[in-house]
């Protein structure tokens, strides 16, 4: 046992000495010189950010001399993300950064280890100890704090829904090309649109979450948590559901598709209106070969809007302390002023950095030549956190939602027992 002692010691001396060797916490972080090799987990299709992924990944690791990000796409958005993780977790493995939708908040909390960033900061970055308060807005930090109040991570994506408007299509059919203002003008024009152009009016972007979704029924009064029960099946739950699905089952003015098969169709011209994230404005601005523009989330009338915040937080799943340095490092980098001016180029995301928007090296030149932005960054103030079930229910509620979408869009079960049935369910995994 003593002999095992020794070692021990002799062990951790050797770790001492080795990291006492660097007088500068970002030139080494291990004893060899080689660099930490770290993964960063992230949602990003090519159309959606992640042709910037790579070229954000490619720049950190041609400059860092400690730290070599490898990135690691994940389908199937924010959920997919966490059942890969669950897997991931399984086999003894874990990513070091890893990007969390804000629905699945206190999921993550409850379910992965993970260390706050202001915690590798003041044990490892004494030059960054403010870097947090200095650069963030204490609301828009507070979006990545769980419902225990704890910082889990950091904002890094901020995005709302906007409805996309093919003017051309609007003026053909004999509209107001500047769009609808309510829900209701919404199906109006889509019928109208459907009518006399033979195109569809509209598409209802369905990933997998339930984010836009949110939008159209909190907009029209509806709160899907109330007390840490599901609320969404009430009467004004079922009639803004309704009215989605009389479009697509009854008009058969809107199309009922998958998220990239809904926008591509709006880029190539087959569908008027797409009501989908305003992430998704450099790939349909970038491709789209008509008049095509952003307006704000559409209102119920007499009804204030309500639009979830959507995109993620960065949060530090690295269990060694050399990975969790290199986690921060990395994530500094995309934290600067130029890295997240890149991000919402190429991407359509609201930086949740203060700088940005106004900087010369940041955003203020771009944000006054591409008007599309505006919509979502005017509507800030109507932005509310994105639902996150409470407890270890996440995962079981997004999906029960996402089935009962389904089978409602699909003329499978009406909207009332649809939304019903999927509300009781949830209420019995909350228990």
Not at 120 to 135: A, G, S
Request: glycine residues 6%; aromatic residues 10%; hydrophobic residues 35%.
């Amino acid at each position: 046992m003593k002999s095992f002692l020794k070692l021990v010691s002799v062990f951790v001396f050797i770790i001492i000495l080795t990291a006492c060797q660097s007088s500068e916490t970002t030139k080494s972080n291990n004893e060899n010189g080689k660099k930490t090799v770290i993964e960063y987990w992230h949602v990003n299709a090519e159309t959606q950010g992640g042709k910037t992924v790579e070229e954000l990944v490619k720049e950190f690791n041609a400059q860092s001399d400690t730290t070599k990000v490898v990135a690691k796409y994940n389908p199937d958005m924010y959920k997919g993300l966490m059942q890969n993780l669950q897997a991931e977790v399984a086999a003894g493995k874990t990513p070091a950064v890893v990007q969390v939708g804000w629905s699945f908040l206190d999921y993550f909390s409850n379910n992965f280890n993970y260390v706050s960033p202001q915690e590798v900061i003041d044990k490892n970055y004494p030059e960054d100890k403010t870097f947090l308060q200095d650069h963030f807005l204490e609301n828009v930090m507070n979006l990545a704090k769980n419902s225990n109040g704890k910082q889990v991570g950091v904002p890094y994506s901020l995005s709302s829904p906007v409805l996309y408007i093919n003017r051309d299509l609007l003026k053909k059919a004999g509209l107001d090309p500047n769009g609808p203002k309510t829900w209701e003008e919404v199906k109006e024009f889509s019928k109208v649109i459907k009518e006399k152009t033979g195109k569809y009016g509209f598409y209802f972007q369905e990933p997998a979450d339930n984010w836009a979704t949110q939008a159209l029924l909190e907009s029209n009064g509806v709160q899907m948590i109330t007390d840490g029960k599901a609320t969404f099946a009430s009467k004004e739950g079922i009639e803004a559901y309704q009215l989605l699905a009389d479009m697509i089952l009854k008009d058969k003015s809107a199309v009922h598709l998958p998220w990239d098969q809904g926008v591509q169709s709006f880029i190539d011209g087959n569908v008027a209106m797409a009501y989908t994230t305003i992430a998704q404005r450099s790939n349909i601005q970038d491709n789209s070969k008509f008049d095509v523009a952003t307006i704000k989330s559409p209102a119920w009338n007499g009804k204030k809007v309500r639009v979830p915040a959507g995109g993620a937080m960065l949060a530090i799943t690295a269990k060694e302390e050399n990975q969790q340095k290199s986690a921060w490092e990395f994530m500094k980098y995309l934290y600067s002023v130029e890295s997240m001016a890149k991000w919402t180029k190429g991407t359509g995301y609201v930086p949740p950095r203060k700088e940005v928007a106004g900087a010369e090296n940041g955003l203020k030149t771009y944000l006054e030549e591409n008007k599309m932005m505006q919509a979502a960054i005017e509507q800030m103030d109507e932005v509310v956190p994105w639902t996150s079930f409470p407890g270890n229910a996440g995962l079981q509620a997004e999906q029960t939602l996402l089935d009962a979408r389904d089978e409602i869009l699909s003329g499978k079960i009406s909207v009332e027992k649809g939304l019903s049935s999927a509300q009781d369910t949830i209420n019995n995994l909350l228990k």
